[in-house]
């Protein structure tokens, strides 16, 4: 399964079209641990779909996520928005079974074609530093997301959730909004 290890990179400044590799529709295959921070090592896979648009003029995007858990389906959004002034993109969650609550936002960019995001949280009470990375991988155009969480400031990561997506509208390469 997914190598826990990773490099934090500080990002380049970014531009609103950091996301375009990522604007349609998506199947997307989900790997993730059934315990978070036990050192558990088992996965469990499901599938589930995603719809991406640009919003605010390109500067904000959202995706609608249908999640096949084994113990039954949720919707959830993505909110992202970016800041032309500081060149770095916010990440907010919105977990259709927690309407009334948005997660933390990660906050971060691209560097050499991954997107490194990163939040302070609190994970069954115990302070956890979150971090999102964005693998483009272009030549496959099946973009992945992983998300890892760290009990030590970021010294060493434990990757807990992994998506890899692919292309179900039939568009390659990156579309454009006005």
């Not at 529709?25 to 790997?31: K, P, T």
């Not at 648009?53 to 113990?71: E, M, S, T, Y």
């Not at 302070?120 to 956890?128: E, L, R």
Request: with cysteine.
């Amino acid at each position: 399964m997914p190598d826990p290890t990773s490099t934090p990179s500080t990002p380049s400044t970014g531009a609103a079209s950091d996301f375009d590799f990522f604007v349609g529709s998506w199947q997307i295959q989900h790997s993730r641990l059934k315990e978070r921070l036990t050192g558990c090592q088992e996965w469990a896979q499901f599938e589930g779909s995603s719809v991406m648009q640009k919003l605010l003029g390109g500067h904000a995007n959202v995706d609608d996520n249908v999640i096949h858990l084994p113990d039954g389906d949720y919707r959830a959004l993505t909110i992202r928005s970016f800041d032309a002034a500081s060149g770095l993109w916010s990440i907010w969650w919105l977990d259709g079974r927690h309407p009334g609550r948005l997660d933390v936002p990660v906050v971060g960019g691209f560097k050499d074609g991954k997107g490194y995001f990163y939040a302070d949280d609190i994970h069954n009470g115990h302070a956890i530093r979150v971090r999102f990375l964005w693998t483009q991988r272009s030549e496959l155009g099946q973009p992945r997301w992983e998300q890892a969480f760290s009990t030590d400031g970021g010294v060493s990561w434990e990757v807990n959730w992994v998506m890899d997506f692919r292309r179900t509208d039939g568009v390659a390469g990156t579309l454009g909004c006005p």
